[in-house]
């Protein structure tokens, strides 16, 4: 049998609210105030008060429950009832059914009568509590309803003794396996639910013995350790692990005074070795971390913190105390994580709890950002915390270090002697700069362009993914004037530099948390950057030439016979720059284009690629994403704008009245609705999310039905929904009630900030097919792109007429039936092949390898081996090769590739030269290719970067009912793939 005693201060939380009304009595016509104050001595105070019974397992047989509750106030006669709560919690309305001083609808737990001044009354609440417990009743917790007092203190975070603080004392024993055995003696585990046994004997604490909290022996989560009394590792301070804020700093146990600033016990202050920019903002840095707890350091380069551990930092700006931020670990789980921001009272008596965030807080350029923005930067890694790590910890100044937390046994992994960035001093001090502000997010696992992570194994400046992804390597934003993401000896021409040193747009660095410029830090970087040297055997810039090695693949000049004589690059020169790209699938391959049987013969005039240009033919569009057209419609071409607009260019002109618009703004839930109908929201300004695909029904033209692929508002779900077209205007949809939308097919929770997957097209089987990304899950090996029954890392096969998975799809036991294709990282774009029905998947790769899998047409059932491989690759060192390999794979370290955006199989009219032929790019690269497949291999793989001269990032591909190819820019761009 196990005791919990569930109150602030103690494993479980207590949270309460105070509802009065300044009247003499209740009654049904009014309604009561929601307030933190206290009732005048005309009127009556009530406070709701729930208790979070996470500590007590589900289904548990609760053999005591007490609740305690201390008088702190004075009046001449008090008589306190206790009954059920009739509203939900999350409600911030009181509506009682009836509140009049003797009507209440009678759901009793307990009475208690109390005279003035006395100390603890405590009620026996042991069936509501079981009620709780098995989900028979829910939990709104429980009503305190005061007679008229001249002072009252029943708010718990309002009392300054712990003790005094309502309590819930709960005794339980549990079945989970359905048998007897030595914790469950006496309990019959026979029924539905474990129930006591009649005439059990064992031992069961008394209701005083509970609510005295002496036989309280739970296990503390935030601690390891038992917190029974005497215990060395107990820690009656602390707070317990509460995934809800509380609404005072005072309440977050970092002041044991805040109005001296006197710091609570077991609060540790620590300073970073490389600081985080802010806008200039003085900070300090305390953490909590629980008695007897140690930091798991067996990967220093990745802590595991303790359940239970707090952070706080502490901004000052131009002299004044602006904001104070919390962030703490109540759970084991990856994202158990709370962040949390408080903006201090311009009395400095306390801070108070902000989620919309506070712009120029107390007057100052300071701005405290809103909760979802933080974890835009400390949600890419597990660990969470920033300032936190072997990295940032070792030095020798003041506050805790990575030497004192070792001498003090807080470390699993001792490392006294700590590490530090490679090089110099000039560079050690860039390195660890770019680390600390760049590398939560510019990493393997996250964005692996450029990775500025340093490794604790990094010893020299060469060997770090700075050097090898930076140095003299093409950049993968779009910047005039950039040679390299780090130009070695030229800051100027550095992307690196030039995003640090911009400001107001997405492409300045830091993207979010800093409106001005880190003059200093920047200062670092240029100087270590000034003193590099090229990397041996790379004057020309290793990643600079990378598409000079193919680059003339589409720039043969054109013969006598016009565009489909010219040379090109086909015959045995074809794919000279990317001819590893095919390990998986076949050969890159040597033989001309004509020797193609799956895509179909150009006809033998046609001797290679044809010369190709980008014709733009709309500008000005707000991150676009996606270009499609309804069958048979020549004259429309539908655009989706990332935050949630269909845009339609109608004979070749950008209609400024959009076709729909559902924008819910960049936070989930939208904190400021954009449109009429907030639909779509994303995580966070620079997260994957949006509207991201649209696919027309086979019959659009008289059906008018659409679907659209978007993250939803309220918590960023992954939805898959119907819409129609106006039946009057078939330039805008349908926006009546209940066609926002007419149906929704996919409903899935997603939770990460990128890996959403996208696209929408029905297959030659007239099914609709949707690829859903896998949310970024890590450690990789966690990928619910394996999970069958999760429909994330996935191809989705729909039958739009049920909203049912066909026949034909994946199917067993717990086999999400939506299921076709699994084991995909984040398939951002696939496509059809109009003529065969080939299935085209290009996955966007994780650290290595980009790859694009072509699957004949109807083969489905296919694992393309996510997260065992990457490409035709194991992720990790000895695993057994499991999936299907790939057809095509760009390489990381080539420069080849970055981030694969997949394109089409050409079926239009205007370049017969390049019928039968599949043209897609990479958007980190910014590099263009194009290669036929016969059926079972890739055949004629030639890049054509040079050939479309365009340095702006792919975004998308796109196809008109004619079968003609566009290129969608996120830059705002629209191109139409033109012969020369």
């Given at each position: 049998m196990v005791c919990v005693s569930i109150q602030r201060g103690r494993p479980g939380t207590v949270r309460d609210a105070t509802l009065w009304q300044n009247a003499p009595a209740w009654s049904d016509s009014a309604s009561p105030n929601l307030s933190t104050g206290s009732a005048g001595s005309a009127g009556r105070r009530r406070s709701?008060?729930?208790?979070?019974?996470?500590?007590?397992?589900?289904?548990?047989?609760?053999?005591?429950?007490?609740?305690?509750?201390?008088?702190?106030?004075?009046?001449?006669?008090?008589?306190?009832?206790?009954?059920?709560?009739?509203?939900?919690?999350?409600?911030?309305?009181?509506?009682?059914?009836?509140?009049?001083?003797?009507?209440?609808?009678?759901?009793?737990?307990?009475?208690?009568?109390?005279?003035?001044?006395?100390g603890a009354r405590a009620a026996d609440v042991s069936s509501l509590v079981q009620a709780w417990v098995l989900g028979t009743a829910p939990n709104h917790g429980v009503l305190l309803d005061e007679a008229t007092a001249h002072r009252t203190d029943l708010r718990s975070s309002e009392i300054g003794n712990v003790e005094e603080r309502p309590r819930l004392d709960v005794c339980y024993v549990t079945c989970s396996d359905g048998a007897r055995n030595g914790l469950e003696a006496g309990v019959d585990c026979g029924g539905p639910h474990c129930a006591p046994c009649s005439g059990a004997t064992t031992g069961t604490p008394s209701t005083g013995a509970a609510s005295t909290g002496a036989s309280s022996t739970a296990a503390s989560s935030s601690t390891g350790a038992s917190s029974s009394t005497g215990d060395p590792c107990a820690d009656p301070?602390?707070?317990?692990?509460?995934?809800?804020?509380?609404?005072?700093?005072?309440?977050?146990?970092?002041?044991?005074?805040?109005?001296?600033?006197?710091?609570?016990?077991?609060?540790?202050?620590?300073?970073?070795?490389?600081?985080?920019?802010?806008?200039?903002?003085?900070?300090?840095?305390?953490?909590?971390?629980?008695?007897?707890?140690?930091?798991?350091?067996?990967?220093?380069?990745?802590?595991?913190?303790?359940?239970?551990?707090?952070?706080?930092?502490?901004?000052?700006?131009?002299?004044?105390?602006?904001?104070?931020?919390?962030?703490?670990?109540?759970?084991?789980?990856?994202?158990?994580?709370?962040?949390?921001?408080?903006?201090?009272?311009?009395?400095?008596?306390?801070?108070?709890?902000?989620?919309?965030?506070?712009?120029d807080a107390r007057g100052t350029a300071h701005d405290i950002p809103r909760t979802e923005d933080c974890w835009e930067c400390h949600g890419k890694l597990p660990e969470r915390i920033l300032g936190f790590s072997a990295l940032q910890l070792s030095h020798h100044g003041p506050g805790e270090t990575i030497t004192s937390l070792s001498n003090a046994g807080r470390l699993t992994v001792p490392m006294p002697g700590g590490v530090r960035p490679p090089g110099d001093a000039t560079a050690a001090a860039a390195l660890g700069y770019l680390h600390v502000n760049c590398g939560n997010c510019h990493n393997s696992a996250g964005v692996a362009t450029l990775r500025t992570r340093l490794l604790a194994a990094n010893t020299t400046v060469e060997s770090t993914d700075i050097y090898t992804?930076?140095?003299?390597?093409?950049?993968?934003?779009?910047?005039?004037?950039?040679?390299?993401?780090?130009?070695?000896?030229?800051?100027?021409?550095?992307?690196?530099?030039?995003?640090?040193?911009?400001?107001?747009?997405?492409?300045?660095?830091?993207?979010?948390?800093?409106?001005?410029?880190?003059?200093?830090g920047l200062a670092t970087v240029r100087a270590w950057i000034e003193g590099l040297r090229p990397p041996a055997g790379a004057a020309s810039g290793a990643g600079s030439s990378a598409a000079s090695g193919s680059a003339s693949a589409g720039s043969g000049s054109s013969g006598a016979g016009g565009a489909c004589t010219g040379t090109g690059a086909g015959g045995g020169s074809a794919g000279t720059g990317s001819s590893s790209a095919s390990t998986g699938g076949g050969s890159a391959g040597t033989g001309s284009s004509s020797a193609s049987t799956g895509g179909g013969s150009a006809g033998p005039a046609c001797s290679g690629v044809p010369r190709l240009k980008l014709t733009q033919i709309a500008s000005g569009l707000e991150t676009p994403l996606f270009?499609?057209?309804?069958?048979?419609?020549?004259?429309?071409?539908?655009?989706?704008?990332?935050?949630?607009?269909?845009?339609?260019?109608?004979?070749?002109?950008?209609?400024?009245?959009?076709?729909?618009?559902?924008?819910?703004?960049?936070?989930?839930?939208?904190?400021?609705?954009?449109?009429?109908?907030?639909?779509?929201?994303?995580?966070?300004?620079?997260?994957?999310?949006?509207?991201?695909?649209?696919?027309?029904?086979?019959?659009?033209?008289?059906?008018?039905?659409?679907?659209?692929?978007?993250?939803?508002?309220?918590?960023?779900?992954?939805?898959?929904?119907?819409?129609?077209?106006?039946?009057?205007?078939?330039?805008?949809?349908?926006?009546?009630?209940?066609?926002?939308p007419v149906r929704t097919l996919l409903d899935a929770r997603h939770g990460g900030w990128n890996h959403v997957g996208g696209t929408l097209a029905f297959g030659p089987d007239g099914h609709l097919y949707a690829s859903v990304g896998d949310a970024a899950v890590t450690p990789y090996s966690t990928s619910p792109a394996r999970d069958l029954s999760s429909p994330l890392g996935k191809i989705l096969r729909i039958d739009v007429t049920t909203g049912l998975g066909p026949s034909g799809n994946l199917s067993g036991a717990g086999v999400n039936p939506l299921v076709w294709d699994h084991g995909l990282r984040n398939p951002w774009r696939f496509s059809f092949d109009r003529r065969t029905g080939d299935l085209y998947i290009a996955d966007v790769g994780q650290n290595a390898w980009e790859e694009l899998?072509?699957?004949?047409?109807?083969?489905?059932?296919?694992?393309?081996?996510?997260?065992?491989?990457?490409?035709?690759?194991?992720?990790?060192?000895?695993?057994?090769?499991?999936?299907?390999?790939?057809?095509?794979?760009?390489?990381?370290?080539?420069?080849?590739?970055?981030?694969?955006?997949?394109?089409?199989?050409?079926?239009?009219?205007?370049?017969?030269?390049?019928?039968?032929?599949?043209?897609?790019g990479d958007y980190g690269t910014h590099r263009f290719w194009t290669l036929r497949w016969d059926g079972g291999a890739v055949r004629d793989h030639v890049e054509i970067t040079a050939d479309l001269a365009s340095s702006l990032p792919a975004a998308s591909f796109g196809e008109d009912a004619a079968g003609e190819l566009y290129v969608v820019m996120l830059t705002g761009e629209v191109f139409r793939i033109d012969p020369r």
């Amino acid at each position: 049998m196990v005791c919990v005693s569930i109150q602030r201060g103690r494993p479980g939380t207590v949270r309460d609210a105070t509802l009065w009304q300044n009247a003499p009595a209740w009654s049904d016509s009014a309604s009561p105030n929601l307030s933190t104050g206290s009732a005048g001595s005309a009127g009556r105070r009530r406070s709701v008060v729930q208790f979070d019974l996470s500590p007590v397992p589900t289904g548990a047989t609760v053999v005591s429950a007490s609740m305690i509750f201390h008088q702190t106030y004075k009046t001449e006669r008090s008589v306190i009832s206790v009954h059920r709560v009739v509203v939900p919690w999350e409600e911030r309305t009181a509506a009682w059914r009836s509140v009049g001083d003797s009507g209440f609808e009678r759901e009793s737990a307990a009475t208690i009568a109390a005279e003035a001044g006395v100390g603890a009354r405590a009620a026996d609440v042991s069936s509501l509590v079981q009620a709780w417990v098995l989900g028979t009743a829910p939990n709104h917790g429980v009503l305190l309803d005061e007679a008229t007092a001249h002072r009252t203190d029943l708010r718990s975070s309002e009392i300054g003794n712990v003790e005094e603080r309502p309590r819930l004392d709960v005794c339980y024993v549990t079945c989970s396996d359905g048998a007897r055995n030595g914790l469950e003696a006496g309990v019959d585990c026979g029924g539905p639910h474990c129930a006591p046994c009649s005439g059990a004997t064992t031992g069961t604490p008394s209701t005083g013995a509970a609510s005295t909290g002496a036989s309280s022996t739970a296990a503390s989560s935030s601690t390891g350790a038992s917190s029974s009394t005497g215990d060395p590792c107990a820690d009656p301070a602390a707070l317990p692990p509460d995934p809800s804020p509380p609404e005072r700093l005072s309440e977050t146990g970092l002041y044991a005074d805040i109005a001296t600033r006197s710091r609570a016990a077991n609060t540790l202050e620590f300073r970073p070795a490389f600081e985080l920019w802010s806008d200039g903002a003085a900070k300090r840095r305390f953490v909590y971390l629980p008695r007897c707890s140690t930091v798991d350091t067996s990967d220093m380069d990745h802590w595991s913190l303790p359940v239970g551990t707090r952070f706080w930092k502490e901004f000052r700006a131009e002299g004044v105390a602006v904001e104070t931020r919390l962030i703490h670990r109540f759970g084991p789980g990856i994202d158990d994580w709370l962040f949390a921001a408080y903006a201090w009272d311009p009395s400095g008596n306390d801070a108070f709890l902000v989620e919309d965030g506070v712009e120029d807080a107390r007057g100052t350029a300071h701005d405290i950002p809103r909760t979802e923005d933080c974890w835009e930067c400390h949600g890419k890694l597990p660990e969470r915390i920033l300032g936190f790590s072997a990295l940032q910890l070792s030095h020798h100044g003041p506050g805790e270090t990575i030497t004192s937390l070792s001498n003090a046994g807080r470390l699993t992994v001792p490392m006294p002697g700590g590490v530090r960035p490679p090089g110099d001093a000039t560079a050690a001090a860039a390195l660890g700069y770019l680390h600390v502000n760049c590398g939560n997010c510019h990493n393997s696992a996250g964005v692996a362009t450029l990775r500025t992570r340093l490794l604790a194994a990094n010893t020299t400046v060469e060997s770090t993914d700075i050097y090898t992804t930076g140095v003299g390597v093409t950049p993968s934003f779009w910047e005039p004037g950039v040679v390299h993401r780090i130009a070695a000896g030229d800051p100027e021409s550095s992307a690196v530099v030039r995003r640090m040193a911009h400001r107001g747009s997405r492409a300045q660095m830091p993207t979010i948390g800093s409106e001005a410029i880190d003059t200093a830090g920047l200062a670092t970087v240029r100087a270590w950057i000034e003193g590099l040297r090229p990397p041996a055997g790379a004057a020309s810039g290793a990643g600079s030439s990378a598409a000079s090695g193919s680059a003339s693949a589409g720039s043969g000049s054109s013969g006598a016979g016009g565009a489909c004589t010219g040379t090109g690059a086909g015959g045995g020169s074809a794919g000279t720059g990317s001819s590893s790209a095919s390990t998986g699938g076949g050969s890159a391959g040597t033989g001309s284009s004509s020797a193609s049987t799956g895509g179909g013969s150009a006809g033998p005039a046609c001797s290679g690629v044809p010369r190709l240009k980008l014709t733009q033919i709309a500008s000005g569009l707000e991150t676009p994403l996606f270009l499609t057209s309804p069958p048979g419609d020549t004259s429309r071409r539908f655009v989706l704008e990332k935050d949630g607009v269909v845009r339609l260019i109608k004979n070749g002109v950008l209609l400024s009245t959009p076709f729909l618009d559902l924008r819910g703004g960049t936070s989930c839930p939208p904190s400021h609705p954009a449109s009429a109908h907030p639909l779509v929201c994303t995580p966070s300004p620079t997260a994957e999310g949006g509207l991201l695909g649209m696919a027309f029904h086979p019959s659009y033209a008289t059906s008018g039905r659409f679907w659209l692929f978007y993250t939803a508002a309220p918590r960023g779900n992954v939805t898959i929904a119907e819409f129609r077209r106006s039946a009057t205007n078939p330039d805008v949809a349908d926006t009546s009630a209940g066609s926002l939308p007419v149906r929704t097919l996919l409903d899935a929770r997603h939770g990460g900030w990128n890996h959403v997957g996208g696209t929408l097209a029905f297959g030659p089987d007239g099914h609709l097919y949707a690829s859903v990304g896998d949310a970024a899950v890590t450690p990789y090996s966690t990928s619910p792109a394996r999970d069958l029954s999760s429909p994330l890392g996935k191809i989705l096969r729909i039958d739009v007429t049920t909203g049912l998975g066909p026949s034909g799809n994946l199917s067993g036991a717990g086999v999400n039936p939506l299921v076709w294709d699994h084991g995909l990282r984040n398939p951002w774009r696939f496509s059809f092949d109009r003529r065969t029905g080939d299935l085209y998947i290009a996955d966007v790769g994780q650290n290595a390898w980009e790859e694009l899998n072509i699957e004949p047409a109807g083969t489905g059932r296919r694992n393309y081996g996510w997260p065992t491989m990457e490409g035709d690759h194991c992720v990790s060192s000895g695993c057994s090769r499991v999936g299907v390999a790939p057809a095509v794979e760009h390489g990381h370290s080539s420069g080849e590739g970055g981030s694969i955006t997949g394109g089409h199989v050409y079926r239009g009219s205007a370049i017969p030269c390049l019928q039968g032929r599949y043209v897609y790019g990479d958007y980190g690269t910014h590099r263009f290719w194009t290669l036929r497949w016969d059926g079972g291999a890739v055949r004629d793989h030639v890049e054509i970067t040079a050939d479309l001269a365009s340095s702006l990032p792919a975004a998308s591909f796109g196809e008109d009912a004619a079968g003609e190819l566009y290129v969608v820019m996120l830059t705002g761009e629209v191109f139409r793939i033109d012969p020369r």
